[in-house]
């Protein structure tokens, strides 16, 4: 099992950046893709930024320019810098990662943390 936990989520205010943090630990064989999702109320849960592990990088049309995924492939770990932050970016973020012990890879999920952009 690999477990995810992010950290970095808060209050800020519009205009203003965070910066979020996911740590992979556990029985790790290789992780390829990880990258963010986010979940606001009332609405499905969507992609907004991923990384392989070659550091290919994609972002959600909403986010681009806006915000940056980077990895450490040594560390096993994740951020994203989220600048300019609107409050339609307010959501739980959860990090996501893919490991190819197995085929087909198997998908791991931590437990999300909250960003709440507001005045």
């Known amino acids: 099992q690999v477990q995810l936990v992010e950290s970095g989520g808060g209050l800020v205010q519009p205009g203003g950046s965070l910066r979020l943090s996911c740590a992979a630990s556990g029985s790790i064989f290789r992780l390829d893709v990880m990258g963010w999702y986010r979940q606001a109320p009332g609405k499905e849960r969507e992609l907004v930024a991923s990384v392989t592990r070659g550091g290919s990088t994609n972002y959600a049309e909403s986010v681009k320019g806006r915000f940056t995924i980077s990895r450490d492939n040594a560390k096993n770990t994740v951020s994203l810098q989220m600048n300019s932050l609107k409050s339609e970016d307010t959501a739980v973020y959860y990090c996501?990662?893919?490991?190819?012990?197995?085929?087909?890879?198997?998908?791991?999920w931590g437990k999300g943390t909250l960003v709440t952009v507001s005045s």
């Open positions: 996501y990662a893919q490991d190819v012990r197995y085929f087909p890879p198997e998908d791991y």
